[in-house]
C-alpha cells in the first residue's frame, strides 16, 4: 500500500519568525548574526537553532530578541553576550537583548541544515514527528536504530544521553519538544 502523501506544515510561529527576517529593514544584521553560534553546539547559528526571533533598529539602538530552547537554558546568557560582541565588532554599541520566552521554543523551529549539522556533529537531531508518535532515533555515527537511552539528560539539559546497539558509541539526542 502506498503511503500517504503528507504536506509539512509549519508552525505558524516559525512562518512569522521567518516572516520577520524576510521582511526585516536590516538584512545585513541578519546576516551578520548569522556567524554567531550555539556556544554549546558551536556548529548550527542562533538562527538555525530558532533562538534568534526578531532584529529591529531603535534610533541607534539594535535590538535583538532571542527566546531560550528551555526556560532557564545556562546559554542564554553567553548567546546574548556573543550577539553584543558581533554587534559590537561591526561597529553596532548600543545593543539591547530581548528574552522572549511566549511562544515557547520549538524544536520544530530548527531549521533542516541545522538537524543535518547536528547529525554531523554526532548529535541526532529530534525528530518531526508528534511527541505521541515520535521518529526513531538513529546513530549519528552509523545510523543504527538499536539504540537505547542511558540517561534523560546528556550533555546538557535539552539532550538525553543514548548508546548504539551496533557501533556501540554513546550520543545525544536534541530532546524534540
Not at 26 to 33: I, Q
Not at 113 to 132: D, N, Q, V
Request: proline residues 10%; negative net charge; charged residues 25%.
Amino acid at each position: 500500500m502506498k503511503a500517504p502523501n503528507h504536506i509539512p506544515l509549519l508552525p505558524a510561529e516559525e512562518y512569522e519568525r521567518r516572516q520577520r527576517r524576510e521582511t526585516s529593514s536590516v538584512p545585513a544584521l541578519w546576516d551578520l548574526l548569522d556567524e554567531v553560534k550555539d556556544p554549546e553546539i558551536p556548529v548550527i547559528s542562533l538562527w538555525e537553532l530558532g533562538v534568534l526571533q526578531d532584529i529591529a533598529v531603535e534610533g541607534d539602538t539594535v535590538v535583538v530578541t532571542i527566546t531560550p530552547t528551555y526556560s532557564g537554558c545556562p546559554a542564554m546568557t553567553v548567546m546574548a553576550e556573543d550577539v553584543v560582541t558581533a554587534l559590537a565588532a561591526a561597529g553596532y554599541h548600543s545593543t539591547e537583548i530581548v528574552t522572549r520566552l511566549a511562544p515557547a521554543w520549538s524544536s520544530l523551529w530548527m531549521s533542516p541544515e541545522a538537524k543535518e549539522k547536528l547529525r554531523h556533529y554526532g548529535i541526532a537531531p529530534p525528530g518531526c514527528g508528534s511527541t505521541s508518535a515520535p521518529e526513531p532515533i538513529a546513530c549519528p555515527h552509523c545510523g543504527s536504530d538499536d539504540v537505547r537511552k542511558i540517561s534523560e539528560f546528556g550533555s546538557t539539559a535539552c539532550k538525553s544521553l543514548y548508546q548504539c546497539g551496533d557501533c556501540r558509541e554513546p550520543f545525544d539526542y536534541f530532546k524534540p519538544i
